[in-house]
Protein backbone atom coordinates (compact mmCIF):
# COMPACT_ATOMS: atom_id res chain seq x y z
CA UNK A 1 0.00 0.00 0.00
CA UNK A 2 1.61 3.37 -1.09
CA UNK A 3 1.86 5.81 1.58
CA UNK A 4 -1.02 8.50 0.65
CA UNK A 5 -3.42 5.15 0.43
CA UNK A 6 -2.05 4.33 4.12
CA UNK A 7 -2.57 7.71 5.56
CA UNK A 8 -5.82 8.09 4.32
CA UNK A 9 -7.07 5.03 5.44
CA UNK A 10 -5.53 5.06 9.26
CA UNK A 11 -6.82 8.55 9.57
CA UNK A 12 -3.51 10.41 9.23
CA UNK A 13 -5.00 12.50 6.53
CA UNK A 14 -6.80 14.30 8.93
CA UNK A 15 -3.38 15.21 11.35
CA UNK A 16 -1.39 17.13 8.82
CA UNK A 17 1.77 17.64 11.24
CA UNK A 18 2.14 14.09 11.81
CA UNK A 19 3.28 13.44 8.49
CA UNK A 20 6.20 16.08 9.16
CA UNK A 21 8.60 13.78 10.78
CA UNK A 22 9.99 16.25 13.86
CA UNK A 23 7.55 18.60 15.12
CA UNK A 24 8.08 21.83 13.81
CA UNK A 25 9.88 24.79 17.11
CA UNK A 26 9.17 28.22 16.93
CA UNK A 27 10.60 30.77 18.42
CA UNK A 28 9.88 32.05 22.34
CA UNK A 29 8.20 34.99 21.13
CA UNK A 30 6.06 33.08 18.61
CA UNK A 31 4.75 29.95 21.12
CA UNK A 32 3.94 32.68 24.06
CA UNK A 33 0.83 34.11 21.65
CA UNK A 34 0.04 31.00 19.46
CA UNK A 35 -2.35 28.11 19.35
CA UNK A 36 -0.02 26.53 20.49
CA UNK A 37 0.97 28.10 23.78
CA UNK A 38 -2.71 28.42 25.05
CA UNK A 39 -2.86 24.50 24.15
CA UNK A 40 -0.23 23.71 26.38
CA UNK A 41 -1.95 25.74 29.19
CA UNK A 42 -4.83 24.40 28.68
CA UNK A 43 -3.50 20.72 28.64
CA UNK A 44 -1.70 21.74 31.80
CA UNK A 45 -4.73 22.88 33.69
CA UNK A 46 -6.85 19.80 32.40
CA UNK A 47 -4.45 17.42 33.66
CA UNK A 48 -3.54 19.18 37.24
CA UNK A 49 -7.50 20.06 37.76
CA UNK A 50 -9.61 17.39 35.84
CA UNK A 51 -10.93 14.54 38.21
CA UNK A 52 -11.26 12.51 34.71
CA UNK A 53 -8.01 13.22 33.71
CA UNK A 54 -6.19 12.52 36.81
CA UNK A 55 -8.26 9.12 37.49
CA UNK A 56 -6.87 8.04 33.99
CA UNK A 57 -3.52 9.41 34.37
CA UNK A 58 -2.99 7.36 37.68
CA UNK A 59 -4.87 4.54 36.50
CA UNK A 60 -2.19 4.16 33.80
CA UNK A 61 0.32 4.95 35.66
CA UNK A 62 -0.61 2.03 37.84
CA UNK A 63 -0.76 -0.37 35.06
CA UNK A 64 3.44 0.24 34.14
CA UNK A 65 1.84 3.61 31.91
CA UNK A 66 3.10 6.43 32.79
CA UNK A 67 2.36 9.34 31.00
CA UNK A 68 4.59 12.41 30.56
CA UNK A 69 3.04 15.51 29.41
CA UNK A 70 5.85 16.71 26.87
CA UNK A 71 6.83 13.08 25.22
CA UNK A 72 2.82 11.42 25.18
CA UNK A 73 0.63 14.57 24.16
CA UNK A 74 1.50 16.68 20.81
CA UNK A 75 -0.06 20.18 20.39
CA UNK A 76 -0.62 20.20 16.70
CA UNK A 77 -2.70 22.29 13.79
CA UNK A 78 -5.76 18.99 12.36
CA UNK A 79 -8.04 19.03 9.74
CA UNK A 80 -11.54 21.09 10.77
CA UNK A 81 -13.31 17.84 11.84
CA UNK A 82 -11.77 16.64 14.08
CA UNK A 83 -10.53 17.70 17.69
CA UNK A 84 -7.86 15.20 18.56
CA UNK A 85 -6.63 11.41 18.31
CA UNK A 86 -4.69 9.04 19.65
CA UNK A 87 -1.52 7.81 17.13
CA UNK A 88 -1.10 4.15 18.68
CA UNK A 89 2.22 4.11 16.60
CA UNK A 90 3.69 6.86 18.29
CA UNK A 91 2.03 6.43 21.77
CA UNK A 92 1.06 9.48 21.46
CA UNK A 93 -2.39 11.59 22.34
CA UNK A 94 -3.18 14.63 19.55
CA UNK A 95 -4.93 17.59 20.31
CA UNK A 96 -6.13 19.73 17.61
CA UNK A 97 -5.04 23.14 18.85
CA UNK A 98 -6.81 25.05 16.07
CA UNK A 99 -9.87 23.42 16.80
CA UNK A 100 -10.05 23.74 20.45
CA UNK A 101 -10.74 27.21 22.11
CA UNK A 102 -12.44 26.47 25.71
CA UNK A 103 -11.14 24.81 28.65
CA UNK A 104 -14.42 22.23 29.32
CA UNK A 105 -13.64 21.07 25.49
CA UNK A 106 -9.81 20.48 25.76
CA UNK A 107 -10.63 18.61 29.21
CA UNK A 108 -13.20 16.72 27.43
CA UNK A 109 -10.93 15.73 24.59
CA UNK A 110 -7.86 15.09 26.92
CA UNK A 111 -10.16 12.45 28.80
CA UNK A 112 -11.70 10.82 25.80
CA UNK A 113 -8.04 10.43 24.08
CA UNK A 114 -6.43 9.38 27.74
CA UNK A 115 -9.30 6.23 27.55
CA UNK A 116 -7.55 5.22 24.55
CA UNK A 117 -4.25 5.25 25.65
CA UNK A 118 -5.89 3.65 28.51
CA UNK A 119 -6.99 1.09 26.63
CA UNK A 120 -3.66 0.25 24.66
CA UNK A 121 -1.88 0.07 27.75
CA UNK A 122 -3.84 -2.89 29.23
CA UNK A 123 -4.95 -4.49 26.78
CA UNK A 124 -3.66 -5.76 23.09
CA UNK A 125 -5.35 -3.41 21.12
CA UNK A 126 -4.88 -3.78 16.95
CA UNK A 127 -5.67 -0.56 16.00
CA UNK A 128 -5.39 -0.94 12.85
CA UNK A 129 -6.62 -4.75 11.64
CA UNK A 130 -9.05 -4.78 13.80
CA UNK A 131 -12.29 -2.66 13.35
CA UNK A 132 -14.05 -4.54 16.69
CA UNK A 133 -11.20 -3.63 18.59
CA UNK A 134 -11.36 0.22 17.43
CA UNK A 135 -15.06 0.33 18.00
CA UNK A 136 -14.64 -1.05 21.38
CA UNK A 137 -12.39 1.52 22.43
CA UNK A 138 -14.21 4.46 20.83
CA UNK A 139 -17.73 3.03 22.60
CA UNK A 140 -15.86 3.51 26.11
CA UNK A 141 -14.46 6.96 24.79
CA UNK A 142 -17.71 8.00 24.22
CA UNK A 143 -19.41 6.78 27.22
CA UNK A 144 -16.77 7.26 30.18
CA UNK A 145 -15.51 11.03 28.89
CA UNK A 146 -18.06 13.22 29.78
CA UNK A 147 -19.01 13.19 25.69
CA UNK A 148 -22.86 12.39 25.97
CA UNK A 149 -23.39 14.09 29.15
CA UNK A 150 -26.65 16.11 29.32
CA UNK A 151 -25.16 19.17 29.56
CA UNK A 152 -23.06 18.95 26.03
CA UNK A 153 -25.77 17.05 24.23
CA UNK A 154 -28.35 19.88 25.13
CA UNK A 155 -25.31 22.16 24.21
CA UNK A 156 -25.61 20.34 20.48
CA UNK A 157 -29.70 20.66 20.62
CA UNK A 158 -30.04 16.97 21.10
CA UNK A 159 -32.65 16.08 22.90
CA UNK A 160 -33.86 12.67 23.90
CA UNK A 161 -35.54 10.56 27.17
CA UNK A 162 -35.57 6.76 26.69
CA UNK A 163 -31.84 5.73 26.42
CA UNK A 164 -30.24 8.29 25.02
CA UNK A 165 -27.29 8.27 26.56
CA UNK A 166 -26.92 4.94 24.68
CA UNK A 167 -27.68 6.34 21.23
CA UNK A 168 -25.38 9.20 21.90
CA UNK A 169 -22.58 7.07 22.37
CA UNK A 170 -23.17 4.54 19.47
CA UNK A 171 -23.73 7.69 17.19
CA UNK A 172 -20.30 9.42 18.06
CA UNK A 173 -18.20 5.91 18.28
CA UNK A 174 -19.54 5.29 14.89
CA UNK A 175 -18.79 8.54 13.57
CA UNK A 176 -15.35 8.44 14.87
CA UNK A 177 -14.47 4.93 13.48
CA UNK A 178 -15.91 6.46 9.93
CA UNK A 179 -13.94 9.50 10.32
CA UNK A 180 -10.44 7.36 10.49
CA UNK A 181 -10.96 4.03 8.43
CA UNK A 182 -12.17 3.82 4.93
CA UNK A 183 -15.22 1.90 5.81
CA UNK A 184 -18.35 1.87 4.72
CA UNK A 185 -21.51 2.91 7.55
CA UNK A 186 -23.26 -0.22 6.72
CA UNK A 187 -19.99 -2.61 7.70
CA UNK A 188 -19.44 0.13 10.63
CA UNK A 189 -22.77 -0.06 12.07
CA UNK A 190 -22.68 -3.95 12.00
CA UNK A 191 -19.84 -3.92 14.22
CA UNK A 192 -20.60 -1.36 16.63
CA UNK A 193 -23.44 -3.34 17.61
CA UNK A 194 -21.51 -6.64 17.63
CA UNK A 195 -19.45 -5.12 20.70
CA UNK A 196 -21.40 -2.29 21.56
CA UNK A 197 -23.17 -4.03 25.28
CA UNK A 198 -20.01 -5.83 26.40
CA UNK A 199 -18.30 -2.36 25.76
CA UNK A 200 -20.58 -0.11 26.91
CA UNK A 201 -20.29 -1.78 30.51
CA UNK A 202 -16.47 -1.90 30.39
CA UNK A 203 -16.71 1.08 32.97
CA UNK A 204 -12.58 0.81 34.13
CA UNK A 205 -11.07 2.61 35.44
CA UNK A 206 -13.71 4.62 36.53
CA UNK A 207 -15.73 1.96 38.49
CA UNK A 208 -19.18 3.64 36.97
CA UNK A 209 -20.04 6.10 33.89
CA UNK A 210 -19.09 9.43 35.20
CA UNK A 211 -22.54 11.69 34.09
CA UNK A 212 -20.77 14.97 35.41
CA UNK A 213 -18.08 16.46 37.28
CA UNK A 214 -19.06 15.58 40.66
CA UNK A 215 -19.56 11.70 39.47
CA UNK A 216 -15.79 11.69 38.23
CA UNK A 217 -14.71 12.93 41.63
CA UNK A 218 -16.81 10.40 43.56
CA UNK A 219 -14.52 8.07 40.76
CA UNK A 220 -11.45 9.41 41.44
CA UNK A 221 -12.58 9.40 45.18
CA UNK A 222 -13.05 5.25 45.14
CA UNK A 223 -9.30 4.63 42.72
CA UNK A 224 -7.18 6.48 45.09
CA UNK A 225 -8.79 4.75 48.00
CA UNK A 226 -9.48 1.16 46.70
CA UNK A 227 -6.34 -0.25 48.31
CA UNK A 228 -7.21 0.33 51.74
CA UNK A 229 -10.36 -1.89 51.96
CA UNK A 230 -8.64 -5.14 51.17
CA UNK A 231 -5.91 -3.38 54.14
CA UNK A 232 -8.54 -2.91 56.60
CA UNK A 233 -9.65 -6.99 56.89
Given at each position: ???????????????P???????????????L????????????F?????????????????????????????????????????????S????????????????????????????????????????????????????????????????????????????C???????????????????????????????????A?????????????????????????????
Open positions: MDQSKEEEQYGYDLFERNMGKFKKGSIGESFTFNHKCQVMLQAMETSPYAKLLLSAMKSSGCKVFKDRHFSCEDCDGTVSGGFDAASQIVLCQNNIHQQSHMTRVVTHELIHAFDHCRAHVDWFNNFRHLACSEIRAANLSGDCTFRNEAARFNFGLKQHHQAVRGRALRSILAVRNIGREEAEKIVDEVFDTCFNDHPFGRIPHSKKDARFAYRDYKNRDRYYTNL
